[in-house]
């Protein structure tokens, strides 16, 4: 990349700290669930598929999710593990690889929780892991955790941090996003309990605070620990986990003492406001409600929200080339730190040079077939 260091874009080109590593600019690969990872273990494939996105010139990637070591984290065949030998063999040379082209990497550390059905792999007798149990058809599918089995899990998060970081992974980031385990605390619609770990917003947000201080003792004060949140879920796009800014604050101000370095906010438009009377986005109050560094992500470089309807190929992702300006204006207002991509980067994996030598018609397009089968 060596030309137009005065475009318009330049704000995306600004290198940036992150921990005692430096991003050599503020573009992320979002994590995108791959399924291509047969007995959890990432192989050439998922090496060559993370090389080409650094070689492409993005700062820092966040991987797919990746299994903490716990019986029912998975709830999707070929998801990749982030523990035993083979699975953190094949992460050590994904590491290598995007750290030889010149970007940084960070594991996203993930548990389904209640989305897991009994008979998923790897384990087909181990039901789902919820805050409350959920019953279909008679049966159990979903496990109300116990105290014992929540600090289990904890445990699993710290032990995948300490294996992320001796792999090389540049910091971690915990999944607490999208309905899985650790939102479904969160969340009033799915946590129905009422201990420490259910009833106010303090209460649910209690497993994710628990599990972010354990991974900052598994790991080191300055490993960098990302945090990713919605208000959409899986079942809900119009869902919310906080319905005011004060609430946001009560939550925030939990995680970041905690130890949170980023905020991953996950929305699926970065522009939308999140809340009535201001036009400000999710990650633009989360920036200024909580003092730290904030990764906006949602249709960068697209016109068509994500859905997951996409992912089951029923609906068409067929989307243009929307208007870089707002992307940049808000790094350049200072509102966000970091701008995540991730449909974009299946399509093209060269985006972000393309965008620093201003080639901007040399994009590709992102259609159904991207999806598909990305370059
Ligand atoms: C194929 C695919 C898989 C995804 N898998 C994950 C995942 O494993 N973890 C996660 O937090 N988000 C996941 N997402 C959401 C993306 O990280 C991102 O937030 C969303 O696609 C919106 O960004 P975009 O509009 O730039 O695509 C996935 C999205 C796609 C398209």
Redesign the pocket.
Not at 297 to 300: H, I, R
Not at 340 to 344: F, I, N
């Given at each position: 990349m060596s030309q137009a260091r005065e475009s318009q874009h330049q704000a995306l080109f600004k290198p940036i700290a992150f921990g005692p590593h430096t991003l050599r600019n503020r573009i992320v690969m979002?994590?995108?669930?791959?399924q291509r990872s047969p007995g959890g273990v990432p192989g050439e494939q998922s090496v060559a598929y993370y090389q080409r996105r650094a070689e492409g010139g993005v700062g820092l990637i966040v991987t797919?999710?990746t299994c903490i070591g716990h019986p029912a984290a998975s709830g999707y065949n070929n998801v990749p593990d982030l523990f035993g030998p083979q699975a953190l063999e094949g992460w050590k040379r994904v590491v290598e690889a995007v750290h030889q082209a010149g970007a940084r990497i960070v594991p996203?550390l993930?548990h389904v929780g209640p989305i897991r059905r009994l008979g998923q792999a790897p384990d087909p007798l181990v039901p789902g892991y919820g805050p409350s149990e959920i019953s279909e058809g008679g049966e159990v599918q979903v496990k109300a955790m116990s105290l014992d089995d929540i600090e289990q899990v904890i445990e699993a998060y710290a032990q995948a941090a300490r294996d992320a970081r001796a792999i090389g992974f540049d910091g971690v980031e915990i999944?607490g996003?999208?309905e899985y385990l650790i939102d479904s605390f969160i969340w009033s619609q799915t946590n129905q309990r009422d201990d420490d770990y259910g009833g106010s917003l303090a209460n649910r947000t209690r497993l994710a605070a628990r599990i972010v201080q354990a991974v900052r003792e598994a790991t080191s004060p300055d490993y960098p620990i990302m945090f990713?949140f919605s208000q959409w879920k899986i079942s809900d796009y119009g869902a919310r986990i906080v319905d005011n800014a004060a609430e946001l604050k009560v939550f925030l101000d939990i995680l970041v003492e905690a130890g949170v370095d980023v905020f991953d906010v996950?929305t699926?438009r970065f522009w939308e406001p999140a809340f009535e009377g201001s036009s400000d986005s999710l990650a633009a109050w989360t920036r200024r409600l909580s003092g730290k560094p904030v990764m906006m992500?949602?249709?960068?470089g697209?016109d068509k929200?994500?859905s997951i309807a996409?992912?089951r190929g029923n609906e068409n992702p067929d989307a243009g080339q929307a208007d870089l300006a707002p992307v940049v204006g808000q790094l350049q207002s200072g509102a966000v730190d970091l701008v995540?991509?991730?449909?974009?980067l299946?399509a093209d994996p060269q985006w972000p040079t393309k965008v620093f030598e201003n080639r901007l018609a040399e994009i590709n397009r992102f259609d159904r077939e991207a999806?598909q089968t990305e370059i």
């Open positions: 979002s994590p995108m669930t791959r797919e999710g996203q993930w999944h996003a999208h990713r996950s699926r992500v949602g249709s960068v697209l929200a994500y996409q992912l995540a991509l991730g449909r974009m299946l999806m």
